[in-house]
């Protein structure tokens, strides 16, 4: 899913504009670029090199946009050549202000955003990789456990206008309080240990660009500081996955044996957060309905039966 928001002529021109005076970038065209979930991407073409033009509005994305940068910027410093490089300023700045959006650019990655088998083995080998970068002493938000997500979603419930919308949660009102008691439950089991945390996407299935051989993990925008099962509980429930999860932990020195409880927790905290990205991106209920009831429930079942 991406932005598919209508832009005048005068608008790209400006944006086209803003970034040659701000980064020295001459471009040849711009177009819309079929990547990320939040805000507006674009590809910007120059003479010889493409590259990736992200602009984040929404307030409430806005700070979590910006302080992704210098973990963007402290991995690559540290070898990781598999995610999208940041383009600097032209005075060194990780990114921009236009017409009221973080606007950031990045390299451009050549392929396409493919999810299967083989990708999935060939993520949680970058993913593991990035573990083994230390944080020496980068701002980093800290996985707490606290589970708020839920309670993030049932204020947006309460204040949601939109009729259908209000419906479709009404009617879903049991399996939805369910969840949120089983992710209370999870949250209490998981906030005695605070240890063994690493650099973490949180959506790094979805956002893997396939080209020819080569693997990359591209939209960083929300890396936290917390365990391995944040990133591998999309799978939890495919023991080739979680055999392959773990293989790559170990082929990086990563002495670490993926925790149950934590898979649980990710599962149903995630749950509530695609909810609520859904709510800030204005979803129509037919769409939600769809996630309600999709995918995430193998996941809920085996949560449910082995935990």
Known sequence: MYSSIKRSDKYKR????????????????IIPAKRGFYGETWRLNTEDTGYFIKLVYPAVHKSVYERSFPIIQHLCDHGIDFISRIV????????TLFDGAVLSIFDWIDGENVQNDKTKVEEYKMLAKVYTIPLFGISIPREDF??????????????????PLRSLFEKNRAKI?????????????????????????????????????????????NPIFAPPERDAWFCMSFDWAMTAFSDALRDNGIKYTLRPERLAYYCYDFFFYYLNAYLDAQTQADTVEEYIDGWIEESFRYADENF
């Open 14 to 29: 400006c944006l086209i504009d803003f970034i040659q005076h701000e980064y020295g970038i001459n471009s040849v065209s």
């Open 177 to 221: 309080e369910h969840r949120a008691a089983r992710l209370q439950h999870f949250s209490n089991l998981c906030r005695v240990d605070i240890t063994d945390f690493y650099i973490t996407h949180g959506d790094a299935g979805g956002n893997v660009i396939e080209n020819d051989d080569k693997y990359f993990i591209v939209d960083w925008d």
């Open 146 to 163: 606290s589970g708020n997500s839920s309670v993030t979603f049932f204020e947006k419930w309460r204040a949601i206008k939109n009729e």
């Open 88 to 95: 600097k300023t032209k005075d060194g700045r990780l990114f």
